[in-house]
Structures are given as C-alpha cells and as structure tokens.
C-alpha cells in the first residue's frame, strides 16, 4: 500500500528560527512529490518535485528530494507569523494514480 | 485559483436530504477529483474523474455518487446525508506547467 509520513506532526518555532519539515514515501512508480501550505482554507501549491538533489526555491523556502531514501525535505529560513500552516506533503504514484498524501505537520511560529 | 469554483461554499441540511456539490473550471483539465477534509484523517480522496462520464472511486466513496456530463463541471452528490458526512469537501485539477494539482477553495457542510 502507497503510504507518505511526515514528522514531526506539529513544531512550535519563534520568528526567525529555521525549520526543516519532513516527508518519507513508500510508493510504486514514483513520478513527483509535492508540497503544499494549508492555512485555515485550501490547500496551496508551494513546490513540485520529480527529480533527486535539485533544490527548488522560492524566497524563504526550499525543498529538496532524495529518491534513492525515499524523502523530501521542506525548509524554511528565517520563519515569520505567517508561516504558521500545516504543511502537507503529497506523492504522485504514477502519471494517473491520484496523489497520496500524508497527515501534515502543523507549524506555528510565535513572535 | 487556478480557475476553480466551488458551489455552494457553505451548506446546512438535515440528515437524509440529498446534496449536491458543484466543481466549476474553466480551463479544460481532463483531472479533477474530489476530497473530504477532517481533522484527524487529512485529506481523503473520494471519488476522481479523468475524463467526461469517467468517473473511480477513492478511498471514501460509500454514500457519495459523482457525474461528469461536461469537461468543466465535476458533481458530487450525497444520496442521504448522514451526520458522519460533516466535513470540508475540496475539489481539485490536475493543470498547470509541471501538470500539478490545484485545489478550489472548497465547501463546509454541516449535515444536522
């Protein structure tokens, strides 16, 4: 069974803390990872990911991806209140397999 | 947006009535899918459609029925609320440059 794990579940950073969101997959046919930012509304697309030891960036935040051990990570630099989000992770098996996601982690970051 | 709608964004009904949610795109993705969000469970997939009149089920399909007639509308339908049918219902398309997956803004409803 096609199954994606984040850790931690939930993380309470202060404002400019680093933080590094974790993703484990085991899925048949891996064609991307994806991750998303979930405020109190729907989910939104923050980054695509398809191929090993390419970071994608975008300002504060990064991610990379490792198909040899089967993970992501997501990082954010210098965290402000805004980033408090559950990040949720998603694995695409296959081009037309729907996407398996994990459970989130929750991030709140305090002033 | 990725040119989603969702209609209703909010509904109430009472158990045993039938409802139908609507999921609007206008940029002719063949992908959409249909999502319930709880908290505990995430986001569970429960019915996906990859074409006009083709339609599968997800992981949480029982009591849910779909239809697909036109590329730009995916409905779902609930035959008989019940109450464990409380929940946030997001659609989502299959579009975009790496062919990624946008979510609309999705619908609370409270089945009483």
């Known amino acids: 069974e096609d199954k994606v794990v984040q850790s931690p579940l939930s993380l309470v950073v202060h404002e400019g803390d680093t933080v590094t969101l974790n993703c484990s997959y085991e899925?048949?046919?891996?064609?991307?990872l994806l991750w998303y930012k979930q405020e109190k509304k729907a989910p939104t697309f923050l980054f695509m990911l398809t191929s090993s030891g390419i970071e994608k960036k975008s300002g504060r935040l990064s991610s990379i991806l490792d198909k040899k051990e089967l993970f992501s990570i997501l990082n954010i630099t210098a965290t402000q209140t805004g980033d408090s989000a559950v990040y949720l992770c998603?694995?695409?098996?296959?081009?037309?397999?729907?996407?398996?996601f994990g459970k989130g982690t929750r991030l709140s970051v305090i002033a | 947006d990725a040119g989603i709608t969702q209609s209703p964004r909010h509904k109430v009904t009472e158990t045993g009535t039938p409802v139908t949610l609507r999921c609007h795109q206008t940029e002719n993705h063949r992908y959409m899918y249909w999502y319930r969000q709880d908290p505990g469970h995430g986001l569970r997939l429960i019915h996906y459609?990859?074409?006009?009149?083709?339609?599968d089920k997800g992981e949480v399909s029982d009591g849910y029925s779909v239809s697909r007639s036109k590329t730009e509308d995916f409905l779902l339908t609930l035959e008989s609320a019940t109450s464990s049918q409380t929940s946030v219902y997001f659609c989502?398309?299959?579009?975009?440059?790496?062919?990624?997956?946008?979510f609309g803004p999705g619908t609370r409803l409270t089945v009483t």
């Open positions: 989502a398309i299959k579009g975009g440059s790496m062919y990624e997956q946008y």
């Open positions: 998603a694995v695409e098996p296959s081009g037309n397999t729907p996407l398996v």
């Open positions: 899925v048949t046919n891996f064609r991307s």
């Open positions: 459609s990859y074409g006009v009149k083709d339609t």
